[in-house]
Structures are given as structure tokens and as C-alpha cells.
């Protein structure tokens, strides 16, 4: 082991945001005290990603939540690494489940994607995905390997990749993931790591979860072994995002209105 991988967590706003509701995002997130020991970023829809970055304080990073293949050209719609860098923003999720199960993006497409994301510089959250069906099936395995070896050969630099695991079945279905069905799906992405990359990308390569994530049940995930953070999807728009940021703070930081806030952001859920 060559040192502690530092806490990430990443607040998926996906397409539930407009201006106001970033403003107040943004206040919950200037004013409360984040743990400093965990990288926290927000995932910003294309067209608010240059406002997210003017208004968010610069320890708080902003990803895109999606890219193409290449720099630039006649693709209507889409947006390139390159243009996500000009917006002042440095991360990209890349891969996420649903633009797999939504918009039937293939393995080949996404390792597309992250190669000329590496090639341009940016970071990259790579996302890998099980459906309730696989795990039924029980091709769990099958599946996380396939998708990893699909990215891990678009991959030239594992010290600028976070990888994500959802469990899609535990995701906004009322059915949680136990501890140990998370841990047992990282340890079988770290283990992949290791044996088909090295013991040093296993080793420092961040893996994180997602899967309802809530202030309810971040802090017992955050101890496991092979975790290193989440990535959030409706929690990200609520003061949630303040726990499960702080998930291995030795208290759990709170905004002194707190229930204020909640209504404040509440209103137009």
C-alpha cells in the first residue's frame, strides 16, 4: 500500500437543477464545514457548468456529466472534454448507468470516450454498473469484469480516474445495498485491478459507490475496506450531501438552520 486514497464524493445534480436552485446548492455547501481530508465535487448539467464553477467555492470541483469522443466537429448536442476545460471545470462522468441502460451507450463507446478524455486532460469518474437481473443471475462478477476491461484499456493515467460501482436494483428502488454486498462488489473490482493492471493502480486507484446514498446509512459504508467515497444522485440536492460528505469526519458537521435549508431546497424537488 503506498498511502491513504483521500475520501471522494460526488454530487450528481443531473437534470434537476436551473440557476436558483444552484444558488441555493451553493449556499448550503459554502456555509456548512466540509471535511477538508475528502475531495468534494458537484456534477453539473452542460449548461450550467461555467455558472456552478463562478459560484461554488475552489475546493469544490466541478464534473461534467457526460462527453464525447473527440474535440470538436458536426455533433450536434454534445459537448467535448475540451469545452468542459473552457468552462473552468476539470472532471467528466463518463460511462454513468444511465447513459448505459437510458441511452444504450455500449462498452465500446464508453472506452472511446475516456481514452480521448485522458488525451485532453481531464479527469474522468468512470462508471460501472450492475441491473437488478444481473445480480438475480447471479453474473456480477461477469459483468463489472467485462465493463472494467472495456475502460481499463482506454486507460493511460489511473492517478486521474475514480471509478464508480452502482448497484442499479438498490437505486431509487426502496432497496438498499447491504455493507457487505458493497464491499464484495469493490473487492472484486480492486481484485480485477490487480491482477490485470498492477498491484499499484489496485492499490491507489479510488473506487466509490453508488446506490441511495442518504445520511441514514453513509457513515457505516464509509468504513469499508475497499471504499473511498460515493457518488450521490438526489442526496446531492439536499444538505445530505453535507454527511455523506463528512462520512469519515469524527463528528458529522451541520448547518446551524439546517431545516430552513431543507424547506429552501425542498421547494421545486
Given amino acids: 500500500m503506498t498511502g491513504p486514497r483521500k475520501f471522494f464524493v460526488i454530487g450528481n445534480w443531473k437534470m434537476n437543477v436551473d440557476r436558483s436552485r444552484i444558488d ?37 470541483a466541478v464534473a461534467a456529466q457526460n462527453c464525447y469522443k473527440v474535440e470538436r466537429g458536426n455533433f450536434s448536442g454534445e459537448i467535448s472534454p475540451a469545452m ?15 447513459r448505459r441502460t437510458i441511452f444504450n451507450e455500449p462498452d465500446h463507446l464508453i472506452s472511446q470516450k475516456v481514452a480521448h478524455a485522458q488525451q485532453a486532460g ?18 456480477t462478477e461477469e459483468v463489472l469484469y467485462g465493463q472494467l476491461e472495456s475502460l481499463a484499456a482506454s486507460i493511460s493515467d ?17 432497496i438498499l445495498a447491504t455493507p457487505a454486498q458493497v464491499q464484495e462488489a469493490l473487492s472484486m473490482l480492486r481484485h480485477w485491478l490487480r491482477h490485470n493492471v498492477s498491484h499499484h493502480v489496485a492499490n491507489t486507484t479510488r473506487i466509490i459507490y453508488a446506490g441511495s446514498v442518504s445520511t ?36 458529522v458537521a451541520r448547518l446551524v438552520d439546517i431545516f430552513s435549508s431543507y424547506e429552501r431546497l425542498s421547494r421545486g424537488v
Fill in 84 to 98: 468542459i476545460q473552457d468552462c473552468g471545470c476539470e472532471w467528466v462522468i463518463l460511462g454513468h448507468p444511465e
Fill in 122 to 139: 481531464i479527469k474522468v469518474v468512470a462508471c460501472v454498473c450492475e441491473t437488478k437481473e444481473d445480480r438475480e443471475s447471479q453474473r
Fill in 158 to 174: 489511473w492517478s486521474r480516474v475514480v471509478i464508480a460501482f452502482e448497484a442499479l436494483w438498490a437505486s431509487g428502488t426502496g
Fill in 24 to 60: 441555493s446548492i451553493v449556499k448550503l455547501m459554502t456555509a456548512a464545514s466540509l471535511d477538508p481530508n475528502t475531495e468534494a465535487v458537484v456534477g453539473c448539467p452542460s449548461c450550467y457548468l461555467s455558472y456552478a464553477r463562478q459560484q461554488l467555492p475552489p475546493q469544490i
Fill in 216 to 251: 441514514d446509512n453513509c457513515q457505516e459504508l464509509a468504513k469499508l475496506k475497499d471504499l473511498d467515497g460515493f457518488l450521490v444522485g438526489s442526496a446531492a440536492l439536499k444538505p445530505d450531501i453535507v454527511d455523506i460528505i463528512n462520512a469519515r469526519s469524527s463528528h
